[in-house]
């Protein structure tokens, strides 16, 4: 079954570079959730889109931005980059319309690491 | 606000012995309840999910979990475990408010390590 998929898988940027992640969520899945896992900790949420509208919106600093596009895949940009923005980005995906069962389906993540 | 604890971070068990990962939960309304597990440098996997109705909801890998209101809990078992268990194991929560309608974002615990020792 096809699943989230994220890219790059790997990512080293120097400080104040920008970056940008990819996620295409699941076929059919129309809402979309970018997450930030440091390292030992839990996953916390950034930002969510539904229908290429922004849903709900977390911890997701200034200097970072997401959009969801028509074909219903998410970027997440991030700018002026800092040490302590290392972490496991992983997106998840849900389809809202229908059966709404609530679990999120998530990606492999993407790794940034900050030099 | 919705919140998750995990009061373990670690929880070592013997191969083929019964395995309890602890979690209780906070919300204003009813609760979704998840477990996820992670294998290093992976991405989150789907166990289970208590919506509505039984309390006690199977899952994959011979997982289960039990919910209980009156406790706030939502702890995660299996009667044996294998060494392939060991992972980082999140528990997490959807608030549905009292309108049934909530957030869609997850809040997740801190994370419990299981170690099963062969």
């Known amino acids: 079954a096809a699943g989230v998929i994220q890219s790059p898988r790997h990512l080293i940027k120097e400080k104040r570079e920008t970056a940008t992640l990819k996620c295409y969520p699941i076929p059919r899945h129309d809402t979309v959730y970018w997450y930030q896992q440091g390292p030992g900790q839990d996953p916390q949420f950034l930002i969510s889109f539904y229908e290429k509208m922004q849903s709900d919106k977390g911890s997701i600093p200034d200097r970072f931005s997401a959009q969801q596009f028509s074909d219903y895949h998410s970027e997440l940009n991030m700018s002026s980059l800092e040490l302590g923005d290392s972490a496991l980005y992983f997106c998840?995906?849900?389809?809202?319309?229908?059966?709404?069962?609530?679990?999120?389906?998530f990606g492999e993540g993407s790794r940034l690491t900050v030099l | 606000a919705q919140s998750v604890a995990q009061p373990e971070d670690q929880v070592n068990v013997a191969e083929g012995n019964p395995l309890t990962v602890k979690c209780t939960y906070s919300v204003s309304g009813n609760p979704y309840l998840f477990w996820y597990v992670q294998y290093p440098n992976r991405g989150l996997q789907f166990l289970l999910k208590y919506i509505t109705g039984d309390n006690l909801v199977k899952g994959s890998y011979g997982f289960e979990a039990e919910f209980n209101k009156s406790q706030t809990s939502f702890h995660l078992k299996k009667p044996s475990a294998l060494v392939s268990d060991s992972a980082l194991y999140f528990c997490?929560?959807?608030?549905?408010?009292?309108?049934?309608?909530?957030?869609?974002?997850?809040?997740f615990g801190k994370g419990t390590k299981l170690s099963v020792i062969p």
């Open positions: 998840a995906s849900r389809q809202r319309q229908g059966a709404n069962t609530g679990e999120l389906f």
């Open positions: 997490a929560v959807r608030d549905m408010g009292p309108s049934g309608a909530g957030s869609y974002q997850l809040t």
